[in-house]
């Protein structure tokens, strides 16, 4: 199979009057499979690697991931649900994704409600919600009576792009990322000023309760829709934002495109590698994280004077 | 409305606060900032300079009554006080290393949504302050690679963008050195006689600098005012007696006070 063969089966599907389609077979393998994949991840990486940015900017710390909104825990403990005692039919990234704003409500409960949004509550909020959430994860699997189901979980919970790498997925999935991509974009400059920190921000005429919980809620949103489908996907939200600010500096009207850019096309390299690297599919939350770590430790090294 | 004041451009009367119910930050403090004017609050550490501050910006929210420009500040939306107040904070955390420019010209976030973004009249209106400020060279600098004095002199360059009529700045020259400090608060003080904003309110705990550059000094001590009007009228032995419990000798030289302690401490 070459350029020419999936050049022209995509070209085939959108007119198909104007070119003679190649075989079947080949267009099906690219049409069906490859191609599902490969906007999947983008999405994906898309989402996580934005989320990741502007939770970075307005919570002013740089060591923030997506995971921080509860909202990954959440489908965790959503998926292994319904994985152990939930029957077939039932969709599992449905229950993940019910699980993973529910995990996002009782953070915003917490946050917004007795600690007004201020940045020190939203983060102890997300590490509470995340530590319940986990240990519910462990009973969940404790209590699993079938052994193949809870070998079903431990392998969810690695990440799995072919999960979500079906049309009628993709669809579902790019309904709620695509708009809550679009308002990050358009966002991407008052990030700059949620970053000031809460005093100055106020007195720069920031509605802060206010516009913190609406982005928050966008990143909730998204981040939720990308575990529920895909799994436990690390690293990359909290990795792809630092790469961009080492090449185009900390300016958000720059990081959020260049994040959006990047963290698609890492997700995509990752899930390339992870099929193609050994005979088996390696778990893409495997592989993320594996090429994640080593590169931040390097790239924390380099960029000691940047963040201090 | 406030009548008859057309002059005042902050008005605080009779304000109150406390932080728990029964110690008072803050009790009765009435004072009127006219256009045209400098004026410090002065007082010792925990005098509750930066409590009124923080009333005069709505962080907080004192019994009383706070006009500015005439309105009452409670009916002020955050946007509309950003617009009217230009704060700068005593110093500035930063996280994420931005380019000075870039920096100032957040600045002008009360003049847009939560989805516009800043023009390029905005960003050359930014290179004019720097201009003004004489730190036009930092511009393509981090905040993380400048002194404390220039950190200053940007944050003021920030507030100056936002094109507010009052400039209110917490300690200033809290962090600086000699020099520095006179600088930056020459710069404050012409900023107003050149009318490039029409007011600056400045919290300073050392009198020998209140004495320098204001026309009108607030002395502060336990949440209330001991003395308030001329730099000549406030700074008298007896009343820094009462705020820094200190005798101080005052003198006068070409139309300067000086303030210089009669004897140290002892320990």
Same mark, same amino acid.
């Given at each position: 199979?070459?350029?020419?063969?999936v050049?022209? !089966?995509?070209?085939?599907a959108?007119?198909p009057?104007?070119?003679s !389609?190649p075989?079947?077979?080949?267009?099906?393998?690219?049409?069906?499979?490859?191609?599902?994949?490969?906007?999947?991840?983008?999405?994906?990486?898309?989402?996580?690697?934005? !989320?990741?940015?502007?939770?970075q900017?307005?919570l002013r710390?740089?060591?923030? !991931?997506?995971?921080?909104?509860?909202?990954t825990?959440?489908?965790?403990?959503?998926?292994?649900l319904a994985?152990?005692?939930l029957?077939a039919?039932?969709?599992?990234e449905?229950?993940?994704?019910?699980f993973?704003?529910?995990?996002?409500?009782l953070?915003?409960?917490?946050?917004?409600? =007795?600690?007004?949004g201020?940045?020190i509550?939203?983060?102890?909020?997300?590490?509470?919600?995340n530590?319940?959430?986990?240990a519910a994860?462990s009973l969940?699997?404790?209590?699993t009576?079938?052994?193949?189901?809870?070998?079903?979980?431990?392998f969810?919970?690695?990440?799995?792009i072919?999960?979500?790498?079906? =049309?009628?997925?993709i669809?579902?999935?790019?309904?709620?990322?695509?708009?809550?991509i679009?308002?990050v974009?358009?966002?991407? =400059?008052?990030?700059? #000023?949620?970053?000031?920190?809460?005093?100055?921000?106020?007195?720069?005429?920031?509605?802060?309760?206010l516009?913190r919980?609406?982005?928050?809620?966008?990143?909730?949103?998204?981040?939720?829709?990308?575990v529920?489908?895909?799994?436990? #996907?690390? =690293?990359?939200?909290?990795?792809?934002?630092?790469?961009?600010?080492?090449?185009?500096?900390?300016?958000?009207?720059?990081?959020?495109?260049y994040?959006?850019?990047?963290?698609?096309?890492?997700?995509v390299l990752?899930?390339?590698?992870a099929?193609?690297?050994?005979t088996?599919?390696i778990?893409?939350?495997?592989?993320?994280?594996?090429?994640?770590?080593?590169l931040?430790?390097?790239l924390?090294?380099r960029?000691?004077?940047?963040?201090? | 409305?406030e009548i008859?004041?057309?002059?005042?451009?902050?008005?605080?009367?009779?304000?109150?606060y406390?932080?728990?119910?029964?110690?008072k930050a803050?009790?009765?403090?009435?004072f009127?900032?006219?256009?045209?004017?400098?004026?410090?609050?002065?007082?010792?550490?925990?005098a509750?300079?930066t409590?009124l501050?923080?009333?005069?910006l709505?962080?907080?929210?004192?019994?009383?009554?706070?006009?500015?420009?005439?309105?009452?500040?409670?009916?002020?939306?955050?946007?509309?006080?950003a617009?009217?107040?230009?704060?700068?904070?005593?110093?500035?955390?930063?996280?994420f290393?931005?380019?000075?420019?870039d920096?100032?010209?957040?600045?002008?976030?009360?003049?847009?949504t939560?989805?516009?973004?800043?023009?390029?009249?905005?960003y050359?209106?930014?290179?004019e302050?720097?201009?003004?400020?004489g730190?036009?060279?930092?511009?393509?600098?981090?905040?993380?690679?400048?002194?404390g004095?220039?950190?200053?002199?940007?944050?003021?360059a +920030?507030a100056?963008?936002?094109?507010?009529?009052?400039?209110?700045?917490?300690?200033?020259?809290?962090h600086?050195?000699?020099?520095?400090?006179l600088?930056?608060?020459?710069?404050? +003080?012409?900023?107003v006689?050149?009318n490039?904003?029409?007011?600056?309110?400045?919290?300073?705990?050392?009198p020998?600098?209140?004495?320098?550059?204001?026309?009108?000094?607030?002395?502060?001590s336990?949440?209330?005012?001991?003395?308030?009007?001329?730099p000549?009228q406030?700074?008298a032995?007896?009343?820094?007696?009462?705020?820094?419990?200190?005798?101080?000798?005052v003198?006068?030289?070409?139309?300067?006070?000086?303030?210089i302690?009669?004897?140290?401490p002892?320990?």
């Open positions: 199979m070459g350029v020419k063969d050049i022209e !089966s995509i070209l085939s959108l007119v009057s104007l070119i !389609s075989p079947e077979a080949i267009q099906r393998i690219i049409l069906l499979y490859r191609l599902p994949r490969i906007i999947a991840a983008a999405l994906i990486g898309m989402a996580l690697a934005i !989320s990741g940015a502007a939770l900017a307005m710390n740089p060591l923030v !991931s997506p995971h921080i909104l509860g909202v825990s959440g489908a965790a403990l959503g998926a292994a994985i152990a005692f029957p039919y039932i969709p599992i449905l229950i993940a994704m019910v993973a704003l529910l995990a996002f409500i953070v915003f409960i917490i946050a917004w409600g =007795w600690g007004r201020s940045i509550s939203l983060v102890l909020s997300g590490v509470i919600v530590a319940l959430f986990s994860l969940a699997k404790f209590l009576p079938d052994p193949h189901r809870l070998a079903s979980i431990t969810w919970l690695m990440g799995d072919g999960q979500a790498a079906k =049309w009628a997925d669809y579902r999935m790019a309904l709620i990322i695509i708009p809550c679009t308002i974009v358009l966002l991407r =400059w008052r990030l700059n #000023i949620l970053s000031l920190g809460d005093e100055e921000a106020r007195t720069l005429g920031v509605n802060l309760t516009e919980g609406f982005c928050a809620t966008i990143c909730a949103l998204m981040t939720a829709t990308a529920s489908y895909a799994g436990i #996907i690390g =690293w990359v939200g909290l990795l792809v934002p630092h790469i961009v600010r080492l090449t185009v500096g900390s300016d958000n009207r720059y990081v959020i495109p994040t959006l850019f990047l963290g698609g096309t890492y997700m990752a899930d390339d590698l099929r193609c690297l050994v088996e599919v778990p893409i939350g495997i592989l993320t994280t594996l090429m994640g770590a080593p931040f430790i390097y924390l090294r960029a000691g004077r940047v963040w201090r | 409305m008859g004041k057309e002059n005042s451009i902050i008005r605080a009367v009779n304000i109150s406390s932080y728990d119910s029964d110690v803050l009790e009765n403090i009435s009127n900032v006219l256009r045209g004017e400098v004026v410090t609050i002065l007082g010792p550490n925990g509750g300079k409590t501050l923080k009333c005069l709505k962080i907080l929210k004192p019994h009383g009554a706070i006009y500015i420009d005439g309105k009452e500040i409670q009916k002020i939306s955050n946007k509309e006080l617009r009217k107040i230009g704060y700068v904070p005593q110093r500035h955390h930063s996280i290393a931005y380019r000075v420019i920096f100032v010209l957040m600045g002008r976030a009360p003049h847009h939560m989805f516009s973004l800043p023009s390029k009249s905005e050359e209106k930014v290179v302050i720097l201009k003004i400020l730190i036009s060279d930092l511009a393509h600098r981090t905040i993380a690679e400048v002194s004095g220039q950190l200053q002199l940007i944050l003021i +920030r100056l963008i936002q094109e507010a009529k009052i400039l209110l700045l917490d300690e200033p020259t809290a600086l050195d000699i020099a520095n400090e600088k930056v608060l020459s710069i404050v +003080r012409s900023l006689k050149k490039i904003v029409e007011a600056a309110i400045m919290t300073l705990h050392d020998i600098m209140a004495a320098l550059f204001s026309d009108k000094i607030i002395l502060l336990n949440g209330v005012v001991l003395a308030y009007g001329k000549e406030v700074l032995t007896e009343n820094l007696y009462k705020a820094y419990g200190i005798e101080f000798d003198l006068r030289r070409n139309n300067n006070i000086l303030v302690p009669k004897k140290l002892e320990i």
